[in-house]
């Protein structure tokens, strides 16, 4: 059958459900919902739905750190949209530009002669990357099951379970009530579709594989089809990259046919197809990998364990990461409604519950998006992607939005999900020190504000975006929070030549400036904001020096803790010394950026609240050590406001929690569970949809309730009202330690504190009081409320 012919009767057998092509949206099923069996039940950890997916950003993700999809739960036709989280396209380039060498100190000496756009246009000629621009994340495939036949559907429900990891369609049909399931084993690595009925021969389907980028595609007997090509070529990168989508179909009872170019499924008792999908990526140089070799191993891996076998794997694999933390916020009438109804009567004040669905929901879909074993940390969309032309390329921004991807892990207890991040950053080390001698003839690596799936590490965009050599910073200051939070040698000894060669590129490009002779970064912006000259670029704005403070720091401890390299652990924090301080500005608010430009600036509601960094993620700035800058960075906030993308908004939580304001937390959390802000499928939406925005949600609420640095543990440190009661288990503080604990009007009522296998000692902080702590390895101590307070029992 052609292409042609194939789309043709592809359309027919799906024209009742309104399907019309690769890519578009199922069209409503159902004029009114249909009541739920579930409608009086909560949800502690369950998305639920009355009707099935109109578009995509109502579907429901499963993932297992590599292979995504998108499960619509239609009922006459169901889709699965597919991604493996290596498929970008083009292949392995370089863009580093052979006129920067000439270029870098003639955009210096404009810059200081005050001439910021001359600067800004001689650095979009000389200093970008060519191309400048990146390549994208593709989707991979698509699977397509049609049902004929089936009439009276009726007790409609989907769902998706973040203890199981499932995502379940059920109704009646008939005289037969009919599940589907789909789950994303990562211990399996593929993708499970469970079709069950509670009567004999009721399962009738045809099955289809499909893909944007298909070159070729066929079947193996009658149970197995495969789709196979090649990335695309975009702006002049020529597609390279090799992949394969290739399915199984195990069926009890009843008969399997090739029809039509796909598989045809009659009478059967129970389906179960498994999907597996590789590319030939092994490393962003290196794209040998055979992806039908792979899938045909996977695939007959499972066949040999068998479906039941397949499920309890993934059961146990997945429980016992996500079942390490428990939170209950307190139930509301609200919190028995579907999860779109939910969000809509969010701002109601009747479902406490909703934010804690919303920290575990994050949690999940960490755990889908990034696993071990991956070179690939969750990007801009997490894992999920239908568009072969992505907003922003749906790929890593590492001027925010790439950490607070990962914000919540350590402090969420599910710190093996930063295990891909250490592998980007260390590809990026390779490539970004390329570009540090070319560029800049200097030692190290540097990486700018984007990278994509072949770790392009020199500046990308535009000026205005792009000449912001911090990037390698923030990734490796985010990667030492896992120091922080496990205290575990390995993690430092890995780490450590990252910090070091990001420290080395740093110290040998920061220049005096001619005016203060403190020594900055020049070329660099105010990440995406512009600063009143007509202009971004600048030279040392607030939050490069902000980065730079911690990375010597961070350096010169880890180089004490590893008794190594003292002279440059010196070096480090001599420059530490030289760069320039935070500054309060003329109307008191912390200046963005080193002259007293923030009250001119051409966005003064800026999304970005980039030298926020001191305060949070960082904690240079705290309204216990440094009053005034934290009153200075108040200002900030209340001038920028919190009305902002989704992702702003996630940061902006954590911020009002760093300043012990629980009530403006919870308005602006208020703002993030909110239609505006959250999809149906509580997927954020900056819009569109970006996946940090749920992760930055996730770890602000967790800094409600428990913050760790400056050796302090602090406990309910910005409760707001709306969770009088609660308790939470599982969460993690800086210095190895994990907690569980309780409260009650407000006031903490009990404890439970357990420190790692090295110990470690704090100050434990709650309202109303304080107390030092030291716990021996493993220890656990314990505190209840009695006559009035908290004493350690």
């Known amino acids: ?70 499960v619509f739960g239609g009922t006459h036709t169901e889709r699965l949209q597919l991604n493996e989280n290596s498929f970008f396209s083009g292949g392995p380039y370089d863009t580093t530009n052979p006129k920067a060498r000439e270029g870098l100190p003639k955009v210096r000496e404009l810059i200081f002669a005050g001439r910021y756009a001359d600067a800004e246009k001689l650095a979009n000629e000389t200093l970008l990357g060519v191309p400048n621009g990146q390549m994208t994340y593709q ?8 049902f004929p036949g089936l009439d009276g559907v009726r007790g409609y429900e989907r769902s998706l379970d973040l203890d199981e990891a499932v995502a379940t369609t059920r109704f009646h049909a008939g005289s037969a009530t009919l599940t589907r399931e789909v789950y994303a084993s990562a211990a399996d690595q593929l993708i499970v579709v469970r079709l069950a009925a509670d009567k004999p021969r009721w399962i009738t389907t045809d099955i289809t594989l499909n893909a944007p980028h298909q070159k070729t595609s066929g079947g193996e007997g009658n149970h197995t089809l495969w789709v196979a090509g090649i990335s695309p070529t975009v702006r002049g990168i020529e597609g390279r990259l090799p992949f394969e989508c290739r399915l199984q179909v195990i069926a009890r009872g009843g008969k399997v046919s090739a029809r039509n170019g796909g598989l045809f499924v009659q009478g059967a008792d129970e389906v179960f197809i498994l999907i597996a999908g590789a590319t030939g990526y092994k490393r962003f140089d290196d794209i040998s990998a055979n992806p039908a070799a792979l899938n045909q191993q996977t695939l007959a891996a499972a066949v040999a364990r068998g479906p039941e076998a397949l499920r309890e794997t993934h059961r146990a694999d997945h429980q016992q990461l996500f079942q390490r933390v428990a939170i209950d916020l307190g139930a509301g009438p609200n919190g028995k409604l579907p999860t779109d109804e939910r969000i809509a009567r969010f701002a109601e004040g009747q479902d406490p519950g909703l934010a804690a669905l919303y920290l575990q929901y994050a949690r999940y879909l960490l755990l889908s998006c990034s696993r071990p074993g991956s070179r690939f940390p969750a990007n801009l969309q997490g894992l999920w992607n239908e568009k072969t032309n992505p907003s922003w390329g ?177 070096d480090c924090l001599a420059m530490r010394d030289r760069l320039p301080p935070d500054r ?188 030092p702590l030291k716990l021996a390895a493993g220890q656990t101590a314990r505190f209840e409320r009695r006559n009035g307070a908290l004493q350690r029992i």
Not at 452 to 472: I, S
């Open 394 to 570: 749906s790929k890593w921004t590492i001027n925010i939005n790439t950490e607070m991807n990962y914000w919540p892990a350590e402090l969420c207890n599910i710190g093996e999900t930063v295990e891909p991040l250490f592998a980007m950053v260390e590809d990026l080390a390779v490539s970004g020190a390329k570009v540090a001698r070319a560029m800049f003839d200097a030692p190290g690596w540097v990486t700018f504000h984007n990278t994509d799936g072949w770790r392009v590490a020199a500046p990308t965009d535009g000026a205005k975006w792009g000449l912001w050599p911090m990037g390698g910073v923030w990734l490796v200051n985010t990667l030492w929070e896992s120091w922080l939070f496990r205290r575990d040698a390995a993690v430092l000894k890995r780490l450590y030549p990252l910090m070091k060669g990001a420290a080395e590129f740093q110290l040998a490009t920061l220049v005096k400036d001619p005016k203060s002779s403190y020594m900055v970064t020049s070329p660099s912006v105010s990440p995406e904001n512009s600063h009143p000259h007509g202009s971004s670029v600048c030279a040392g704005p607030a939050m490069d020096s902000q980065l730079l403070r911690d990375l010597f720091a961070y350096c010169a401890e880890a180089a004490r803790e590893l008794r190594t390299d003292r002279p440059f652990a010196r």
């Open 1 to 70: 059958m052609s292409k042609h012919t194939r789309r043709h009767w592809l359309q027919q057998q799906t024209a009742q459900a309104g399907l019309l092509r690769f890519g578009a949206p199922l069209a409503p099923l159902f004029a009114a919902p249909v009541a739920s069996a579930e409608d009086d039940k909560p949800q502690p950890h369950r998305l639920w739905y009355r009707r099935p997916a109109d578009e995509w950003v109502q579907a429901l993700p499963v993932g297992n750190g590599r292979l995504g999809a998108m």
């Open 139 to 146: 989707p991979l495939a698509e699977l397509l099951l049609v």
């Open 584 to 771: 309060i500005g003329k109307a008191g608010q912390l200046q963005e950026w080193m002259e007293d430009w923030d009250m001119e600036a051409p966005e003064l509601q800026h999304r970005h609240v980039s030298h926020l960094y001191a305060m949070y993620p960082s904690a240079q700035i705290t309204p216990e050590d440094t009053p005034a800058f934290a009153a200075a960075a108040r200002n900030v906030m209340d001038r920028r406001g919190d009305d902002t993308t989704g992702w702003g908004i996630g940061w902006r939580i954590n911020l009002w929690a760093r300043l012990k304001d629980g009530e403006h937390a919870y308005a602006t959390l208020n703002r993030l569970l909110h239609p505006s802000r959250s999809y149906p499928n509580l997927f954020d939406a900056h819009p569109p949809f970006q996946i940090d925005g749920n992760f930055g949600g996730a770890a602000g609420i967790a800094e409600m309730l428990l913050q760790s640095h400056r050796g302090r543990i602090q406990l309910l440190p910005a409760l707001p009202k709306a969770w009088p009661a609660g308790s939470i288990s599982g969460l993690c503080a800086r210095g190895g330690f994990e907690l569980a604990f309780s409260w009650q009007g407000g006031e903490l009522q009990a404890l439970r504190i357990t420190s790692g296998k090295n110990g470690g000692s704090t100050e434990l902080r709650w309202p109303g009081g304080k107390l």
